[in-house]
């Protein structure tokens, strides 16, 4: 089944870095794009990037861009974000996704999330 696995999250300083990673597992990887999103403590959810398939063609929200990153490799079916001069307000439980065909319709996976912390 398809398995979506974040990690890399913690605890890090205003103006620090940290990397995040997505393992994914369970369906094609190279053939999809893949996003990340994020989600403050009683916030909604936020699209925050997303990479195409074969091309890695990237897109960031407007909060992140020219900080954040998004990569992939589709020999090792990750997916990482690489997040720069980080704020407090980058603070926020992170999801890795992607939106995939079922024989039931198209469907949104989602990881468990790894939660960053920007504190002083």
């Known amino acids: 089944q398809v398995q979506l696995v974040e990690s890399g999250g913690g605890l890090v300083q205003p103006g620090g870095s940290l990397t995040l990673a997505c393992a994914a597992s369970?369906?094609?990887?190279?053939?999809?794009?893949m996003m990340w999103y994020r989600q403050a403590s009683g916030k909604e959810r936020e699209w925050v990037a997303t990479i195409s398939s074969v091309e890695a063609y990237t897109n960031y929200a407007d909060s992140v861009k020219g900080r954040f990153t998004i990569s992939r490799d589709n020999v090792q079916n990750t997916l990482n974000l690489q997040m720069n001069s980080l704020k407090l307000e980058d603070t926020a439980v992170y999801y890795c996704?992607?939106?995939?065909?079922?024989?039931?319709?198209?469907?949104?996976?989602w990881g468990q999330g790894t939660h960053v912390t920007v504190s002083s």
């Open positions: 996704n992607v939106y995939l065909p079922t024989p039931d319709g198209p469907k949104y996976y």
């Open positions: 369970g369906f094609a990887f190279r053939n999809y794009p």
